[in-house]
């Protein structure tokens, strides 16, 4: 039984899927399986696809019709097929580094749902941080409030089999507004005494389209992932991003505070405006009272 299965769904993103392979397949840890959900794949994806089975054994492609949403209930089967106890997520064109499977695997042995640092890769390169920290019960009730708000990516989590198990509806289609992955990891949440965590590394790199690349195409998405790809073909630039990883976490906190700061400021400034209306509006009340 593998340590890890490594869940991949994809459509039409050919060009990347190749490189979302290989950075799974040179991980610390090699004994995982990788799942490649093909949603109503293209053409050019199934010959991709079924080239990467043919090479690694531990390549499973599922050649799917093409389900509702973005294949959302494949994923439910998967898990329940799966031959390995721990869960792993991954977009058809992002990357896992190399620590990425043993630094989760680890949370996992006592933890039920875990990710890496979460976070992306601006078009410029530079790296956006969503901080959070899941084994604070406060950042749990956080994804849970409304309006939705989510700093957990499909790509950097995973969660045990059994915990999966226990919830009354796996993967689903979400209804109305919902955001796919936020309303299958809000089912985790609700789950009583959840044991939750954040890995302080950063060891999934995301280019995500919704961020900045709506309008670019599909090969030039796969030259800007082989930019990264490429640079972490050796082991010490890993090493070296955790480190840009740091810098760029705090630059953002020191920019947060002071934007707190300033809007404090504001309050403050708005709340003595505010008694100084509410004194002038009681002096008024009291000239009109003595009025004859």
């Known amino acids: 039984m593998p340590k890890a299965t490594v869940i991949i769904p994809t459509h039409d993103h050919a060009s990347t899927l190749p490189m979302t392979i290989a950075s799974v397949q040179r991980q610390y840890e090699q004994d995982f399986e990788v799942v490649i959900i093909g949603d109503g794949v293209t053409d050019e994806l199934?010959?991709?696809a079924r080239e990467c089975e043919k090479s690694d054994s531990r390549i499973t492609f599922l050649d799917l019709p093409k389900g509702p949403h973005h294949g959302d209930t494949y994923?439910?089967?998967v898990i329940r097929e799966s031959k390995s106890e721990n869960i792993f997520y991954l977009c058809d064109?992002?990357?896992?580094?190399?620590?990425h499977l043993s630094n989760l695997l680890q949370l996992l042995e006592t933890k039920d749902f875990v990710q890496s640092r979460n976070g992306y890769i601006h078009v410029d390169q530079s790296i956006h941080i969503f901080p959070t920290d899941l084994s604070k019960p406060e950042f749990i009730e956080w994804h849970l409030r409304e309006p939705h708000r989510n700093a957990v990516s499909l790509t950097g989590t995973?969660?045990?089999?059994?915990?999966?198990?226990?919830?009354?509806?796996?993967?689903?289609?979400?209804?109305g507004n919902e955001w796919t992955d936020h309303?299958?990891?809000k089912k985790f949440f609700r789950l009583p005494g959840l044991?939750?965590?954040?890995?302080?590394?950063?060891?999934?790199?995301?280019?995500?389209?919704?961020?900045?690349?709506?309008?670019?195409?599909?090969?030039?998405?796969?030259?800007?992932?082989?930019?990264w790809f490429d640079r972490f073909s050796k082991e010490e630039a890993e090493v070296n991003f955790q480190q840009e990883v740091a810098l760029a976490t705090s630059n953002?906190?020191?920019y947060v505070y002071a934007r707190a700061t300033d809007l404090l400021i504001d309050l403050v400034?708005?709340?003595?405006?505010?008694?100084?209306?509410?004194?002038?509006?009681?002096?008024?009340k009291s000239q009109r009272k003595s009025l004859p």
């Not at 995973?158 to 209804?175: F, I």
């Not at 003595?272 to 509006?281: G, I, P, R, V, Y």
Request: aromatic share 4%.
């Open 252 to 254: 953002q906190l020191n």
């Open 183 to 185: 309303f299958m990891w």
């Open 158 to 175: 995973a969660h045990r089999k059994s915990t999966y198990s226990e919830l009354p509806v796996g993967w689903e289609s979400p209804a």
């Open 269 to 284: 400034a708005l709340e003595s405006k505010c008694d100084e209306l509410q004194n002038e509006n009681d002096l008024l």
């Open 93 to 99: 064109d992002d990357l896992l580094l190399r620590s």
């Open 75 to 77: 994923r439910d089967a």
């Open 195 to 227: 044991k939750a965590a954040t890995h302080p590394e950063m060891t999934a790199i995301q280019l995500p389209t919704s961020i900045e690349r709506e309008s670019v195409g599909l090969a030039e998405r796969a030259a800007e992932l082989k930019i």
């Open 46 to 48: 199934r010959q991709v």
